[in-house]
């Protein structure tokens, strides 16, 4: 079982350095699942509208709400989320080499979004790599029973990683 998740400090780069990781997995022919999240700014606040992409190659979904310029809350569209990992949840019977996750968030850490989606990945030796942010986290460790490995939120960090535990599936096959 390889699992391993990337935090990153500043505002958007997890998201950033996965999305770089899905170009540079699938530009050397791997075969991916999951989704990547693509942020854009708003005009009007500043906040950002939040995108997610099923790998390999769409369709993309729209998971923020916009909830008002005072609005406090959690903006995460919770069907649109489960939209998308309807559509993952079906790329999986191609058995990916990896499966990306832009985030274990609130809605994992509650028991739903991609939570399934990541173990059923593990129980089929599929490496799995997932983002979160240090809110998350404890809920992460958890999840996993603290055994997801940490990977430096640097681009060649992710590559290798990925691409080593790519290597040891396929050893195992």
Excluded at 117 to 130: H, K
């Amino acid at each position: 079982m390889k699992l391993g998740y990337v935090l990153a400090k500043e505002r958007g780069a997890t998201d950033r350095l996965l999305a770089r990781l899905a170009d540079r997995c699938l530009a050397r022919g791997l075969r991916l699942a999951g989704v990547v999240q693509t942020n854009t700014a708003c005009s009007d606040s500043y906040l950002c509208d939040m995108d997610v992409k099923v790998l390999p190659d769409g369709p993309v979904y729209r998971i923020s709400q916009s909830l008002g310029r005072e609005a406090r809350g959690c903006r995460l569209d919770p069907a649109a989320l489960e939209a998308a990992v309807g559509e993952v949840s079906k790329t999986l019977s191609s058995r990916p080499d990896l499966l990306i996750v832009n985030k274990f968030g609130k809605h994992e850490a509650d028991g739903r979004g991609f939570r399934d989606i990541i173990a059923q990945c593990l129980i089929d030796g599929v490496p799995v790599i997932a983002g979160t942010n240090s809110l998350n986290l404890p809920a992460f460790q958890s999840f996993t029973d603290n055994l997801a490995e940490a990977v430096p939120p640097q681009d060649d960090a992710l590559l290798a990683w990925a691409e080593a535990a790519i290597a040891e599936k396929n050893r195992a096959a």
